[in-house]
C-alpha cells in the first residue's frame, strides 16, 4: 500500500504511542483530583501544554486543549464574535475556500445577525492582504483565515494580514491545521492572536487538538458542566492524548527544516509527472504551497472513480476534504479558484510526507497516468471533448 492521503490523517508516531501508554494503563487518575495520584497526572499534562507552547512560541497559560481542529476553530470564532457583539461589532471577514468547520460556523453567526463578508479566492489560491484591509469596517470583530488550505496546500501572507487586522485593531484567527508540524509558525512573531491546531495531522493522536489564545483574548466556553481548562473547556482532559500530542508536535519541529527539504522535492517531481499527462492542470500555485500537498484536475473523469481504481492498484488518495467525502458536490475549494463544476468533478489529491520514497512516487505517477487512460476511454463527456462537440478547458 502507498499511503498519499496525509492531509486527511497521518500515521501515529512510534515514540508519541510508546508516551501515551502510560496513561493508558499506570497514570490514568483525573488530573482533577486532589490526592497525589491525580496530581501526578496533572504534573504531566502541564508538562505537555508547556512543551506545546515552546513548540508554537508562546505561553503554556495561552494553550487549551480540544478535541480537535474543528472545535478549536468554532471557540474561536464564537469567542470572538460574541466578544463583538458586545461591542456592537458585528461584521466577520473570512475566505470562500475555508474548512467547513470555519465556514459552517459563519453560518451560524449569520442566523444570528452577524454580517459576513467571503472574500474571493484569486486562481493561485492565495489572499491578498489588501483585500483583507479593504474589506475592514468599523464594526469588524474578527477575520480568519486559515494557514495553510487543506485541499490545494496554498500558503498564506499570515503575517502580513495580522499587521493589517492589528492596524485596525480587529482580533485575526488562524486555522493552521495543515500548517503545523509542517511549516514553521512561531504564534507571536507572526501576530496571531487566535490559532487551530489537530494532533492527527502531524503524527500524533486522534481526537486532541488545541486553541491558542493570545492572552487579553476573551474565550467562551463551548462545553459546560466543569472547570478544566481553566473554565474554558469543561471535561476530564485526554492526557494519554495530550502526552502524545506533544511528542508528535516537538518531533515535527525539531525534524521540520530536513523534512521541508525532502517532501518539497518529492512533491515537485510529482507534480511534474503528473503535468505530463495532457489536459489537467495543477491547483494551487506550484510554490507557495505546502511541501506534501498535489492537487490536480483532470477533464474528462469523475474524481471518485479514479480514487476507486487507484485503490485497486494499493494507492490511498482523495479527492478533496476528508470532511466532505460523503458529498456529490464539486469541491467549494475548487470552485472558489475558478474552476468550472465539470472539472472540479474530476479533482485529485495527493499529500504525502517524509516517509514516503522516491520510488512510491514513481509508482503514483504511472498508475494515476494509466487510470487516467482508461477512464477517459470509458467516457462519453471525453470523446465529446475529442471529436469538438464539447470546448476544453484546459491545454493539452
Known amino acids: 500500500m502507498i499511503y498519499a492521503d496525509n492531509a486527511a490523517t497521518t500515521a501515529l508516531s512510534s515514540n508519541a504511542l510508546q508516551a501515551m501508554l502510560p496513561f493508558l494503563t499506570d497514570v490514568y487518575a483525573n488530573p482533577s483530583s486532589l490526592y497525589s495520584f491525580g496530581q501526578k497526572a496533572k504534573e504531566e499534562m502541564e508538562s505537555a501544554r508547556e512543551r506545546i507552547a515552546r513548540c508554537l512560541g508562546c505561553d503554556a497559560r495561552e494553550i487549551y486543549f480540544t478535541s480537535g481542529g474543528s472545535e478549536a476553530d468554532n471557540q474561536a470564532i464564537l469567542s470572538c464574535a460574541h466578544a463583538g457583539e ?112 489537530s494532533a492527527h495531522k502531524f503524527h500524533g493522536p486522534k481526537g486532541i487538538g488545541v486553541l491558542y489564545a493570545r492572552r487579553g483574548i476573551p474565550i467562551e466556553s463551548l462545553i459546560r458542566g466543569g472547570a478544566q481548562e481553566r473554565g474554558k473547556r469543561a471535561g476530564t482532559e485526554n492526557l494519554a492524548g495530550i502526552v502524545g500530542m506533544a511528542v508528535a508536535l516537538e518531533e515535527a519541529c525539531d525534524g521540520i527544516s530536513g523534512n521541508m527539504q525532502k517532501v518539497t522535492a518529492l512533491r515537485n517531481r510529482l507534480i511534474d509527472g503528473l503535468s505530463q499527462i495532457p489536459y489537467g492542470e495543477l491547483n494551487g500555485d506550484p510554490k507557495q504551497r505546502l511541501p506534501g500537498n ?54 485529485l489529491r495527493l499529500t504525502i510526507d517524509e516517509h514516503t520514497t522516491s520510488e512510491e512516487i514513481e509508482t503514483i505517477i504511472q498508475a494515476v497516468k494509466e487510470t487516467v487512460e482508461t477512464l477517459r476511454g470509458m467516457s462519453p463527456f471525453w470523446r465529446d471533448l475529442m471529436t469538438g462537440k464539447r470546448k476544453h478547458v484546459f491545454k493539452a
Open 86 to 197: 458586545r461591542m456592537n461589532k458585528k461584521h466577520i471577514i473570512s475566505t470562500a475556500f475555508e474548512h467547513h468547520a470555519v465556514l459552517h460556523t459563519l453560518d451560524q453567526l449569520k442566523k444570528e445577525g452577524f454580517e459576513i463578508t467571503l472574500l474571493d479566492v484569486h486562481n493561485n489560491g492565495i489572499v491578498n492582504p489588501e483585500q483583507v484591509g479593504k474589506a475592514i469596517r468599523d464594526d469588524t470583530c474578527l477575520v480568519t483565515v486559515m494557514y495553510a488550505n487543506n485541499e490545494i496546500g496554498t500558503i498564506q501572507p499570515i503575517k502580513e494580514i495580522a499587521e493589517i487586522c492589528h492596524a485596525r485593531n480587529v482580533c485575526f484567527h488562524t486555522d493552521a491545521v495543515q500548517a503545523i508540524g509542517h511549516l514553521p509558525v512561531s504564534v507571536k512573531s507572526e501576530g496571531i492572536d487566535l490559532l487551530s491546531l
Open 294 to 347: 498535489v492537487n490536480f484536475c483532470f477533464e474528462g473523469i469523475e474524481g471518485e472513480a479514479l480514487l476507486l481504481l487507484l485503490d485497486d492498484k494499493g494507492i490511498c488518495a482523495s479527492s478533496g476534504s476528508a470532511c466532505t467525502s460523503g458529498s456529490l458536490d464539486p469541491s467549494h475549494v475548487l470552485l472558489a479558484i475558478g474552476r468550472p463544476h465539470e472539472v472540479a468533478h474530476g479533482s
